[in-house]
């Protein structure tokens, strides 16, 4: 193409015919050698060695203008020109050649430099959360997002705060030493994580919302259900107006929160001191649904919480009205919960800490 | 409580299946259990009539009978010696099941056909005590008429369906076979009704004057009822009263007994029997025991008395633990000709300490525990009564002995249905109320309920809001969201969040978290090598641990990581890095609670180092903003290699120790050598970490790097060094970082040769090399004259 262009753009008619015509057909013919050079190119090394071949300082391009000298002063810009644009036609040539080749090394580069995709990465170091602190958090999260806050106590309390203040009769079985650790007849390792409940009702005024984790403590030998030391969360809405139903609506929604959306919940009177009603709270069962299985032991339930509208004894003893105010309180057992949800089937694995189970979850 | 459905159905006509029975039942509050029948798993046993016996042609020791099993005659061969041709016995036909499935099927022992199966009592799950007139180990020989056929399963009530309900300690009532009936008629809307006792009385004289009866203190023995009985004919009770016992888990023993016991299930009130002509004096005092006072109990054990218990006396000496267990020597025997029934209210707390302290809780002292109604010893004692009539077992002498203090009141509750449905969220008309509590015999006078003297429960409006919540079903309450008038608005605080943001770096770091124990051993203090007056030996003391592991409460949170690095190492985990955010607890003087701290505890074993973990460290600090961080070397924590430990400072203060374990304490708890651990006071840090991050403009100018190498004496710390760079260097020294130790023959001995990265830049500039040069002379010369410190 861009020799038809120089044809036809030919504009010197005006200079001696022979020589003219000899350089003009000289610089056609280093165009074609260069064309068909090109076509035969494959790699860098022979594409810069035409370069100097054609367009080097010693090259066939300036050969030609080292000619011009036996033109005449009116042709050589003439014939300069003419020299350029053969250089510049054959650089540019030569660049898409270039461009190719790069982009055919590219390639080969790439095919060269492939990885075995399926040998495995190389991980940092990262650890892992206790499940036990897995699943409390997990249910913080709901509650945070309704509002409650994270409340904390002293796992050591006083007998008035784990007991008294809970409405708890004197003669309560929970309150025996074969049940509960005491440290001297007012304290005592706390058996619930109530006790913050009433640290908190007693610090602060109404409207409470708060989620209360801890660690508590209960006289029962270690074995696959049990252990002294367990965990807790518990919740506390004390507000005006504060019905049953808002504590029926609240354990539904935590339910399908933690459990899915398909999760019904069902509540079964019982008896707490400090709480009154009181229930027992089942959740569908989470692996058959509710039709009955093994997990569930053919119930179609799982018993998780227990709750109930907090006892105006309780509320009285911490300062607050219940003729005014109201509130429900909801609790559940930690271990029970991660337990459940991971299969697992011996309460010791907890505590034991071994690498090869925490690295599980 | 243990009851067969059928002794519930005695009071109320409740006719649903079983399954929705206890379904309904815990939905209304009286939690099923279980329930089972009795007999489970035992089918095709009939009765049959042994009509011949001869001997097994081949075997000595087997007989061959021919049995009429009703439908027709069959062939049983057994080696069984106590039967005998007309006798009546329990067949296990072919294909019949027994206890622990076994399945009976036709054979031939020794050639001779046999069709099933002659019954003993352990066969079919029963015991002597069911059928006292049977043996051991032999055929269970029936002595009733019955035609061979009849279905034994059911003639032997083990077709019993028997309910095990849990009661909650707030309902003594439904400790009892009428408490659960009046539960489940309420339940079921159907009728409930209960036979006023009313004992014939054929006996002769008075009561009162055949015994008297004292009370010392009405506060712990409210009432006390007493009948007596003469003429009393001591034998098995009849087969009903045995099986109703037996279903309820209790082992029938004699009439008087069973009587006693059979009232304790039906009305809740436990009852005892003396034998009144073992009562010395004509007198029962109820009093405290006497100091050192001795009693040997109807379990023939020896019990140390003292006087916060109280006992049944009669003028010379004990003859019962009150409201727990009768004396042996006043006890009803084979012998005994006159009783004296005793139904009485004890004070709950005197009779559970009592039971406490001699360690035997029983039916009795159990039902005493929980506050029994002072209204129900006269129903009682007549009850039984009654059944002595009924049973044949003696005269009842007119005349009841009842000495009693004032009964309570019936409690008044406020009633007003507005305020119920507001606190639970329903919409109860006041008559459904009142409907609902009628059979739960809450009666209504104008505003108020009145509690029956058997519920102890129902105390506020509070208690009858959950009664109307029972009975009009918990999950038939509309669930709503909360509408309260306040708001709140639900976060972490800033010691939470700061917990968690130190959580997320020993993660990073590969840590995994541990969950260990709270308690401890006191002998842990020795084996973590600590003086006799370290402070940690201060520990909260469990007054009644489960074992001396368990026994105080934690000062150091090393002992139980190093235990979890001892487990994973044992079991050929190859290495480990763990944390744990937990307490530790440090009694105070003068205060009531303890001290709890907050403690992050880390350890890594098998492959990390001193400087890794010192790196989880400097990240912690460095993500909490805490800006000047020392290491303090330590050389004299026990606990740790006197060369690898060292303090954990900010501003002078501590606020923790790392350290590699020293090699003693590695063979102390079975742990690698190269543990390496650091305890840290989070509370501490609560008020170092500064989460306030100001930005600072990005340098414009570049910044120059020198490194320096200097030979210093081995005792001199990389420490101090960086210190006195930094004091030397002048403002426009950016960074100085430590990046090489080396020792070796050409250093020379006890020396050491440390590297370090110098970093300048100008915020205003860029530094020419003359001022970087000046610097770093002035740096060499500092090092030089403060250390000796020579360049390399």
Not at chain 1, 282 to 290: E, K, L, M, N, T
Not at chain 1, 312 to 321: E, L, Q, S, T, Y
Not at chain 2, 299 to 312: A, T, W
Not at chain 2, 747 to 776: C, H, N, P, Q, W
Request: net charge negative; glycine share 8%.
């Amino acid at each position: 193409m861009g020799w038809r262009f120089f044809v036809a753009k030919n504009p010197i008619n005006n200079i001696p015919i022979e020589r003219g015509i000899r350089m003009e057909q000289r610089l056609k013919e280093i165009l074609e050698i260069a064309e068909s050079e090109l076509g035969g190119i494959t790699d860098m090394k022979a594409l810069e060695e035409m370069r100097v071949r054609f367009t080097g300082k010693k090259g066939m391009l300036t050969e030609v203008l080292r000619g011009m000298g036996q033109l005449s002063p009116e042709e050589r810009p003439a014939m300069g020109k003419l020299v350029n644009e053969v250089r510049s036609e054959i650089e540019g040539l030569m660049t898409s050649v270039r461009e190719k080749l790069e982009k055919e090394a590219l390639s080969a580069r790439l095919v060269k430099e492939k990885l075995d995709v399926t040998i495995p990465g190389k991980r940092p170091a990262l650890g892992r959360k206790h499940p036990l602190t897995q699943a409390i958090e997990e249910m913080e999260e709901i509650f945070i997002g309704l509002g409650y806050d994270i409340a904390e106590g002293p796992e050591i309390e006083t007998v008035y705060n784990n007991f008294d203040a809970l409405n708890t009769e004197e003669n309560h079985p929970s309150r025996d030493e074969q049940d509960t650790f005491y440290i001297t007849d007012n304290t005592l390792l706390r058996t619930q994580t109530s006790p913050v409940q009433i640290r908190v009702m007693k610090s602060s005024e109404p409207p409470i919302k708060i989620i209360c984790p801890g660690r508590v403590y209960r006289a029962d030998t270690v074995d696959a259900t049990h252990s002294p030391v367990f965990h807790q969360i518990e919740g506390l809405v004390i507000d005006k107006g504060v019905t049953m139903g808002d504590l029926i609506g609240t354990l539904k929604l935590f339910a399908k929160n933690l459990f899915g959306e398909e999760t019904d919940i069902r509540l079964r009177p019982h008896h707490f001191p400090f709480t009154e009603p009181s229930a027992e709270v089942d959740v569908s069962c989470w692996v058959c649904g509710g039709k009955g299985c093994r997990v569930c032991g053919g119930e179609g339930w799982i018993e998780i919480l227990g709750a109930g509208m907090v006892h105006p004894n309780v509320m009285k003893a911490c300062g607050i009205d219940p003729e005014i105010y109201s509130g429900f309180a909801f609790g559940m057992g930690v271990e029970r919960a991660a337990m459940g949800r991971h299969n697992i089937s011996d309460l010791r694995l907890l505590f034991e800490n071994d690498l090869r189970f925490l690295r599980q979850f | 409580m243990k009851v067969s459905y059928s002794w519930i159905k005695e009071y109320t006509n409740i006719d649903a299946d079983i399954k929705s029975f206890c379904d309904e039942m815990t939905m209304s509050g009286s939690k099923v259990e279980e329930w089972k029948v009795l007999g489970e798993g035992i089918t095709g046993v009939v009765a049959g009539k042994i009509l011949s016996i001869e001997k097994h042609p081949d075997a000595d020791k087997l007989v061959v009978c021919k049995v009429d099993v009703g439908s027709g005659e069959i062939q049983i061969v057994t080696g069984a010696t106590n039967v005998n041709a007309g006798d009546l016995v329990p067949v296990a036909l072919h294909g019949a099941s027994l206890p622990g499935g076994i399945k009976i099927k036709k054979g031939k022992l020794r050639g001779a056909v046999s069709d099933g199966m002659l019954c003993s009592l352990s066969e079919l799950n029963l015991t002597l005590n069911d059928y006292p007139n049977a043996i051991v180990d032999g055929i269970f020989i029936l002595d009733r008429d019955i035609k061979p056929g009849t279905d034994m399963i059911h003639e032997l009530g083990l077709d019993e369906e028997i309910i095990e309900f849990e009661i909650t300690s707030n309902r003594p009532d439904c400790f009892s076979v009428i408490g659960l009936a009046r539960e489940a008629a309420a339940t079921f809307k159907k009728e409930f009704s209960v036979k006023e006792p009313k004992p014939l009385e054929k006996g002769t004289g008075n009561a009162a004057d055949m015994i008297s009866i004292e009370v010392y203190d009405k506060n712990l023995c409210p009432r006390y009822t007493g009948r007596v009985i003469t003429d009393v004919i001591i034998e098995p009770s009849p087969e009903w009263l045995r099986k109703k016992l037996r279903d309820a888990g209790i082992r029938p023993i004699n009439n008087i007994v069973d009587i006693t016991n059979y009232v304790l299930l039906e009305y809740g009130q436990p009852m005892h029997a003396f034998d009144l002509d073992n009562i010395r004096g004509g007198k029962i005092i109820v009093r405290s025991a006497g100091e050192g006072e001795e009693i040997e109990t109807l379990d023939d054990q020896p019990r140390k008395l003292d006087p916060s218990m109280l006992v049944i006396a009669d003028s010379e000496r004990p003859v019962a633990v009150a409201g727990v267990m009768g004396g042996a020597d006043s006890e009803v025997t084979g012998n005994t000709k006159t009783i004296l029934f005793e139904s009485a209210n004890f004070n709950m707390t005197s009779i559970r300490l009592t039971a406490q302290k001699l360690a035997m809780r029983t039916e009795s002292s159990g039902r005493f525990e929980k506050g029994l109604d002072m209204n129900s010893t006269l129903p009682a004692v007549n009850r039984a009564c009654e059944l002595v009539e009924e049973l044949g077992a003696g005269k009842v002498v007119p005349g009841v002995i009842d000495v009693c203090a004032n009964i309570p009141e019936k409690k008044k509750i406020p009633l007003r249905p507005e305020k119920i449905n507001a606190f639970l969220g329903t919409d109860i008309p006041r008559e459904e109320m009142i409907n609902i509590f009628k059979p739960l015999e809450i009666e209504i006078n104008g505003d108020y309920a009145i509690a029956p003297s058997f519920r102890p429960d129902l105390l506020s409006e509070a208690d009858l809001a959950e009664e109307v919540a029972r009975f009009h079903g918990y999950n038939n309450i509309k669930a709503t969201m909360l509408a309260g008038e306040g708001t709140t608005q639900g976060k972490r605080s800033y010691k939470q969040n700061l917990r968690n943001i130190v959580e997320n770096v020993c993660l990073s770091a590969g840590l995994y978290e541990i969950y260990t124990y709270s308690f401890t051993s006191p002998a842990v203090f020795d084996r973590l090598r600590l003086p006799a007056e370290s402070i940690l030996r201060k520990t909260v003391i469990i007054r009644r641990p489960l074992g001396e592991d368990y026994s105080v409460m934690r000062t150091t949170t090393l002992p139980e990581m190093m235990k979890v690095i001892s487990h994973n190492s044992n079991r050929s985990v190859a290495k480990g890095g763990f944390y744990e955010m937990s307490f530790t607890y440090h009694p105070v003087d003068k205060e009531e609670l303890p001290e709890q701290r907050t403690v992050l505890t880390m350890g890594l074993y098998g492959g990390g180092d001193f400087y890794d973990m010192k790196g989880i460290i400097m990240n912690i600090a460095d993500t909490l903003g805490i800006a000047e961080t020392e290491y303090i070397p330590v050389i004299d924590n026990p606990v740790f290699h006197p060369g690898r430990c060292a303090a954990v400072t900010v501003d002078g203060k501590s606020i923790g120790t790392i350290g590699q374990v020293h090699p003693e304490i590695a063979d102390n708890f079975e742990i690698p050598g190269d543990t390496v651990l650091c305890e840290m006071d989070i509370d501490a840090i609560y008020g170092l970490a500064n989460l306030n991050r100001k930005y600072s403009e990005l340098p414009r100018y570049p910044s120059v790097s020198r490194d320096i190498a200097v030979v210093v004496d081995d005792e001199v710390s990389a420490g101090n060094i960086i210190k006195l760079i930094k004091a030397t260097a002048g403002s426009n020294l950016e960074d100085v970082e430590f990046f090489d130790v080396y020792k070796g023959e050409q250093i020379g001995a006890g020396k050491k040769s440390l590297a370090f990265s110098m970093t300048y830049r100008s915020a205003e500039r860029t530094l020419t090399e003359d001022e970087v040069g000046t610097s770093f002379d002035k740096v060499v010369k500092a090092l030089a004259d403060k250390t000796g410190a020579m360049l390399r």
